[in-house]
């Protein structure tokens, strides 16, 4: 509904500022036609008083008639330009258009006359005309003009009296409209703009709030899981505890304190994740920099992640080839940065996972490259992997398990040591992160020790 009324406000908005730009034309040119109006009668009021002072002249008593003809056929009536300069008229013209509200608008002017001989039109001929005014006066598509003859009453012309003409022409007139609406149009399309943004703000924000709240209640549904598996393990193994033939085996009760504690670490480990990305959220993450090798920071991660591989049988190649391998870092949040990508690997795993780790040196980086054989990504899921809470879909919410955490927390640390990352993936051709961090400076980079 909101867009059908943005769309019919807008053609309301567009019919009436074309209504308005074709009232403004007519009205220039109106404008125009009593500019025209001002400047002839001011010209016709000087024809007037020489027409008059002949009249007079003639109606003297003991005037001879024969003679009064004679004086009307050979002392016509002036023209206008014997009378005003070039400068005079446009003069006129131009104090006629302040006049009338077109203060700096661009004129052409002519003043032509046609000789009457016998009753029969004469020739042409220009008194006085501007320099484009032929070509002005002749684009009748781009520019508007006036013709106002400069004559008081056709019984007073004599067969030699001459038809003065006055036109004038205002070149380009649309662009003289649009100049004088231009506040009024800009302030339309301003303000509709506006609107416009306005719309699409509120419709993009329901949109990601509407996602975000997915989001949100994925993880919730996925917290509540994680914490139900480990929680329902530990009751049980405390109710095998109470069972008198437990009681009195010590290696059973080993066994089962040693499922609790695992458990037990296994919901640490989730709530500090948590925890961690509150840290990130409200940008409180703290770095205790120093001088760190990578290259046993990732064997150590490795070791680590040893019985996992084992179980699920995985293929591991590393290629610790970079020189300089000596990074300032924080040795926990960096650690927990590899970690974080080689259990994003075995996650989205096929059966027998292959992972390929390598390092080299560009310039004053160390370059970790890890490649794995997994389900992959497409291009969306590539766009949004680093968004905390995001995760790819499989099919099933549950199949994969985490908090959707991992790679925002991953981001952020990279973010924080000034480093960069970058993803590549096809689906179902597996997927590779690129990790670029500032090396320690050259002068204390020492060689590392493979």
Known sequence: MISVSLVGMIYIQWNWITTMVENKQEELHHKLVDVTTDVARDLIDYKQTAILGSQLLRSKPGFNPIAADALKEFWPTPLVSQKFSFDEIQDKLRKAFIYRGLKDTKFEFCIFSEMTINGTMGPNTYEMKSPNFFEAFTDTVHNTSTILPLVVSTSEISSTDPFETLSIVVPDYKS??????????????????????SFYVTVHTLLRQKKLSEIKNDFINNMTHEFKTPLATISLAVDAMRNEKVVHDRGKSEYFSSIIKEENRRMNKQVETILQAALIDRQ???????????????????????????????????????????????????????????????KYSREKPSIRISTNNTGKNLIVRLEDNGIGMNKETQRRIFEKFYRAH????????????????????????????KVESAVGKGTTFTLEIPLVRKEHTPVSVT
């Open 176 to 197: 003289v409209v649009m100049k004088q609406m231009r506040l009024k149009i800009s302030g339309v399309i301003f303000f509709t703009l506006i609107i416009i943004t």
């Open 284 to 346: 409180e993450l703290q770095l205790s920099l120093q001088p760190i090798h990578a290259h046993h920071v990732i064997r150590h991660v490795m070791d680590n992640f040893a019985l996992q591989f084992q179980e699920i049988q995985a293929n591991i190649m590393l290629e610790l080839n970079a020189r300089h391998d000596l990074v300032e870092a924080d040795e926990v949040h960096f650690t927990n940065l590899i970690s974080n990508l080689i259990d994003n690997a075995v």
């Open 394 to 421: 499989t099919g099933n919410v549950h199949n994969v398990k985490g908090f959707g955490l991992g790679l925002s927390y991953v981001k952020s640390v990279v973010d924080a040591h000034h480093g960069r990352i």
